[in-house]
C-alpha cells in the first residue's frame, strides 16, 4: 500500500507555508512601503510552525473588536483569545492589569503566588 506524500498535500495558502500568489499580490498592492519593511524584518525571524501563518499586515492598535493597521485600515478580530466576549482595551480588563503590576508583575513559577485560585479561604 502506498501512503501518499503529507508534503505534496500541503496547499500552500494556509499555515506557515503561506506563500501563495494571491496573498504576495495583496500585500505588495494594498501595504505601504513602511509596512512591507517591517513585514520583511518580522519574516526574517519568523518561526515556522505548523499552521502558524506569516504576519499579513502590521497592526498598530486594537480597541473593542477592531484592529487597526500601520496604514489605518481597520479589521475586525475573529481571531478569540477572549476578545470576543471582551474586546481589546476593555477598561475593567485594564483596571485589574493595572492593579496586578503595582502589586506583583513577575512571580517565577517556583514560587507560587498566593490568590484565592490558590487557597480559597485566605
Not at 481571531?79 to 517565577?108: D, I, M, R, Y
Request: aromatic share 6%; charged share 15%.
Amino acid at each position: 500500500m502506498q501512503v501518499p506524500s503529507r508534503v505534496a498535500a500541503i496547499d500552500p495558502s494556509e499555515g506557515d507555508v503561506n506563500s501563495s500568489p494571491l496573498r504576495r499580490t495583496w500585500q505588495a498592492e494594498t501595504l505601504s512601503p513602511a509596512a512591507r519593511a517591517l513585514l520583511e524584518r518580522d519574516a526574517a525571524v519568523f518561526l515556522h510552525q505548523s499552521l502558524s501563518t506569516p504576519c499579513l499586515d502590521v497592526l498598530a492598535g486594537a480597541h473593542g473588536a477592531a484592529l487597526t493597521s500601520h496604514d489605518g485600515r481597520e479589521y475586525l478580530d475573529f481571531h478569540g483569545n477572549s476578545v470576543h466576549q471582551l474586546g481589546h482595551g476593555h477598561p475593567k480588563v485594564l483596571e485589574a492589569l493595572a492593579a496586578q503590576l503595582q502589586t506583583l508583575a513577575f512571580c517565577p513559577a517556583a514560587l507560587p503566588m498566593p490568590g484565592p485560585w490558590l487557597w480559597p479561604n485566605g
